[in-house]
């Protein structure tokens, strides 16, 4: 039994909405029938069911979310740390060691590794990925229910061509980023017109 926690985040190159986190604590032997691999790279759906058999195998599991007015009060590598340890904190049963991706650790009360790449290397941090990016998804439809004309189901928040336009056509809405330089350009150009 390989017992890893694992922890990765959702949102960091957003220009809107939350960053979210999600730590999964599990024993990796119970992954290897999914073939679980960075988020990104599978299929909504499949996401979307693997995410839910992850939560039931999990020993243990929390999400973490920085708000955007964290991202704009405290940066947004600050804020990917804040959504990470709240996800750690969020755990029923917490874990000692966690794995996570990337190169950044912002816990200094346990251990912790930091592996580039580990959502395509590290199962537990894959299955953190897919939980992440689940539960990150779903709350971009809520917001696009809630703010109407961004089309935020379709780009989750990223700067895509399309969203840039809708920004241009409606302006700002509370969950746009405006430390972020595409949005806050489009605040000073409104400004000065």
């Known amino acids: 039994m390989i017992m890893k926690a694992g922890i990765d985040e959702v949102g960091r190159g957003c220009i ?10 599990i024993d990796e032997d ?14 909504v759906l499949k996401r979307e069911k693997l995410s839910q ?4 195998r999990a020993y243990s599991w929390g ?3 920085a708000t955007v007015a964290e991202v704009d009060r405290i940066n947004i590598l600050q804020a990917t740390w804040e959504a990470m340890r709240r996800a750690h904190t969020n755990c029923w049963f917490k874990p ?16 912790a590794y930091t592996v580039i790449g580990g959502d395509a290397k590290i199962p537990s941090i894959s299955a953190a990925s897919i939980v992440a990016k689940v539960y990150r998804d779903s709350l971009m439809q809520v917001y696009d229910r809630q703010y109407p004309g961004y089309g935020f189901t379709n780009h989750k928040g990223y700067g895509t061509k399309a969203h840039m336009q809708d920004i241009c056509n409606h302006g700002v809405c509370p969950i746009h980023r405006k430390s972020f330089a595409p949005v806050r350009d489009i605040i000073e150009r409104e400004t000065v017109q």
């Open 53 to 56: 058999i992850i939560c039931q």
């Open 63 to 65: 999400i973490g979310v």
């Open 30 to 43: 119970r992954l290897l029938d999914l073939a679980v691999t960075d988020s990104k790279k599978i299929s």
């Open 96 to 111: 000692e060691e966690v794995w996570i991706d990337g190169r950044d650790n912002p816990f200094q009360d346990i251990k």
């Open 16 to 25: 809107a909405g939350p960053v979210v986190a999600a730590c999964v604590w």
